[in-house]
């Protein structure tokens, strides 16, 4: 009884992490240009079904290293054709875009692949179960998790340990400085948008052997990963991530215990409490162009 409660606690923070590679691409790019990506969603859905495309070409591994890259190019030519107009302007024309946007690639998925699900299978050597004890969990899904820590830490150190890092954190704080300082945030949203869209491309690749796949998908994540967005709070790195631990804690403990009907409905009500008792999220940051 033991192992199958941990068993169920662990694929709540499994949903947890996948959110959470969502979300941090969902803050960063809000955080630093003001654009609600309401497509995001949607390029997850890119990188499954790219995923699909090239992996009998290069492998499962291939396609883990190569597919974020693509749709991350994809989120830096779609910053450059129609983000960039909309930096300037209230944020709810940047939802409204966006929104066209991802209806647009879903309807583009199910025109180029079809409007049936699909599956991806995985792949042999991380098939299985690994065993301690009485314990027993899925092979593949200790690796996803594993997998997604080492992106959250990687993207962690980035934004933290570089000159890169530095100037993103503070064109989020405040732009009017660092542009005084003869420093052009243009390149970084750029390559923001790009890191932030490459990692939903990622959560799509190592979800499809566990997921089905159809054009929908996107609409179906997009909104816990902004509830994620919003416990958190906007700006937050640590904020988001401890907001995917709870979301996916809630989800698997409710799970495990046999009220799952219930596992959805306590996601929205953590988030009204969090709201309710502190409207900027749990560690949201004070971002001065958004008051």
Known sequence: ??????????????????????????????????????????????????????????????????????????????????????????????????????????????????ASPQSYNMPDILRGQVFLGDFIYSRYRIFLIAVAVASVAALWVLLNRTSFGRIVRAGVQNPEIVGSLGISLRPYLSVVAGIGIGLAGLAGVLLSPIYTIHPAMGAEIITLAFVVVVIGGLGSFWGVIIAAVLVGLTKGVLVAVGLSSWSTAAIYLLMFVVLLLRPRGLLGERILRFE
């Not at 609600?36 to 396609?63: K, Q, S």
């Open 1 to 114: 009884m033991l192992g199958a409660f941990i068993a169920q606690v662990l694929n709540g923070l499994l949903d947890g992490t996948y959110y959470l590679l969502i979300a941090l691409g969902l803050s960063l790019i809000f955080s630093l240009g003001g654009i609600i990506n309401l497509a995001h969603g949607a390029f997850f859905a890119i990188g499954a079904y790219l995923a699909i495309t090239i992996t009998p070409y290069v492998g499962f591994f291939g396609a883990l290293i190569l597919v974020p890259l693509i749709v991350a190019g994809l989120g830096m030519l779609t910053e450059r054709s129609l983000f960039t107009r909309f930096y300037r302007v209230d944020p709810l024309y940047s939802l409204l875009l966006t929104f066209g946007l991802a209806m647009v690639i879903e309807q583009g998925l199910r025109w180029i692949y079809g």
